[in-house]
């Protein structure tokens, strides 16, 4: 049984910064894409940024609203995804997900999902 569990979030101020972490247990072969979304109240749940597997090396994506302020990384050997944001707006303000496609046999694939963290930016 695959686990995602999330970390790092909390309550910073405009401009700050905070590290997003997502680690996986379980049996994993590889984890081939792993995607942040966050949902903030009264609103619908959007991507944020994304990584994943492209032949031997990898691809990144962000939302428009996000790029150059965050930055999504990966540790393979830890089986951890992170998220690095900048910049902080009170419009972060949100849940944050972790998603991941995970391949757990030789031909065994699903996704996953974390149990969310909050990020609250106010002063």
């Known amino acids: 049984q695959v686990q995602l569990v999330e970390s790092g979030g909390g309550l910073v101020q405009p401009g700050g910064s905070l590290r997003l972490s997502c680690a996986a247990s379980?049996?994993?072969?590889?984890?081939?894409?792993m995607t942040w979304y966050r949902q903030a109240p009264g609103k619908q749940r959007e991507l944020v940024a994304r990584i994943g597997d492209r032949g031997t090396t990898y691809y990144t994506e962000y939302a428009d609203s996000v790029k150059g302020r965050f930055i999504i990384s990966r540790d393979n050997t830890k089986k951890t995804g992170y998220l690095q944001m900048n910049s902080l707006k009170p419009e972060d303000t949100a849940v944050y997900y972790c998603n991941a496609g995970i391949t757990t046999g030789p031909i065994e694939y699903d996704e996953y999902w974390g149990q969310g963290t909050q990020v609250t930016v106010s002063s």
């Open positions: 379980g049996t994993i072969f590889a984890i081939n894409v």
